[in-house]
């Protein structure tokens, strides 16, 4: 069992690959489209394509957390960002 799910966990596998991007999906859902009506329904959308429309709360309350994490990030090191982006 542990062998199996070692296996299905790696970064190839297929199954891994459309349930993390689906779950990436829901999340910018949420991140662009606020956690409001149209974020949640943004992200259930995306969920409910493999079947996981119930884990719509759990995603909104990891992606109300990155929210959180990038506004600080984006004040705290606002100007070395901008700098950053110039030099490309």
Do not use: C, P
């Not at 296996?7 to 689906?22: E, M, N, P, W, Y």
């Not at 999340?27 to 329904?41: D, P, S, T």
């Not at 759990?58 to 984006?74: D, H, K, Q, R, W």
């Amino acid at each position: 069992m542990a062998n199996m799910l070692g296996k299905s966990l790696q970064a190839g596998d297929a199954i891994f690959t459309r349930v993390s991007h689906t779950v990436y999906l829901a999340a910018r859902g949420i991140v662009l489209g606020g956690n409001g009506l149209k974020g949640r329904q943004l992200a259930e959308a995306a969920l409910r394509r493999i079947g996981a429309s119930l884990l719509t709360e759990n995603v909104v309350e990891a992606a109300e957390v990155l929210i959180v994490v990038t506004t600080v990030s984006s004040s705290v090191h606002g100007a070395w960002y901008e700098e950053l982006v110039k030099n490309l």
